[in-house]
């Protein structure tokens, strides 16, 4: 089945320093990779997704890469901010069906220092 | 994700006890979903539901036992077998239509066994 292996467990940076969280994952015929943010004792919420098809995607301060071959995607933060602080997960997901069999990595835990 | 709601926050079981924990949405969503998340990990798939009626083993699904009768609703007992039920339980649902891939999460029930 399919294994996600998330990097670094933990990150420090400066508020208004860039954050990158890398992610590999095993099954080729994945197409879905997700990334949520989940806040102390909160709900995970998804705050950028990127497809198979699609090498790069941006929202703001958030971008998704992708690379298919190396099976590998990365999460980028630039300009970060103390409300960026918070726990992230990245997924890979096969649709089966009516359904996303999503996988998960471990979690960064990311602190904006100010 | 406001459309999902669990029930209850907190949950205290004594050992040998079969508890049943609540998930509901109003978000017109076909397929559901169970997740566990432990301290400091991500989470992982327990059973999950693409439509009323079926539902398939994800994981980590023994000692846990789901029903799907209505659309809206998505219990999750956590039965005498499971040997370690402490942990944080999430639902989640998502649409059944091509290209609609996220999962929106409940807001979840922390489960402790006393």
């Known amino acids: 089945g399919e294994n996600v292996e998330q990097h670094p467990s933990t990150l420090s940076v400066q508020e208004g320093d860039s954050a990158v969280i890398k992610c590999t994952y095993s099954?080729?015929?994945?197409?879905?990779f997700p990334w949520y943010k989940q806040e102390l004792g909160k709900r995970p919420q998804l705050i950028i997704d990127i497809r198979s098809n699609v090498g790069e995607k941006k929202d703001q301060r958030i971008a998704v890469t992708l690379n298919k071959t190396a099976k590998h995607f990365s999460l980028h933060i630039t300009e970060t901010q103390p409300e960026d602080s918070a726990v992230y997960f990245c997924?890979?997901?096969?649709?089966?069906?009516?359904?996303?069999?999503?996988?998960f990595g471990q979690g960064t835990r990311l602190t904006i220092n100010p | 994700d406001g459309g999902i709601t669990q029930s209850p926050k907190y949950l205290f079981r004594k050992e040998g006890q079969n508890v049943t924990l609540s998930c509901e949405q109003n978000l017109n969503h076909d397929a559901m979903y169970w997740y566990r998340q432990d301290p400091g990990q991500g989470l992982r798939l327990i059973y999950y539901?693409?439509?009323?009626?079926?539902?398939q083993k994800g994981d980590i699904a023994e000692g846990y036992s789901v029903s799907r009768e209505k659309k809206e609703s998505f219990p999750l007992t956590v039965t005498s077998a499971q040997k370690n039920p402490t942990a944080f339980y999430l639902c989640a649902s998502s649409s059944r239509r091509v290209g609609t891939d996220t999962q929106y999460f409940g807001p979840g029930t922390r489960l402790t066994v006393l």
């Open positions: 099954d080729s015929a994945s197409n879905y």
């Open positions: 539901s693409q439509i009323v009626n079926d539902f």
């Open positions: 997924a890979a997901s096969t649709r089966i069906q009516g359904a996303q069999k999503l996988v």
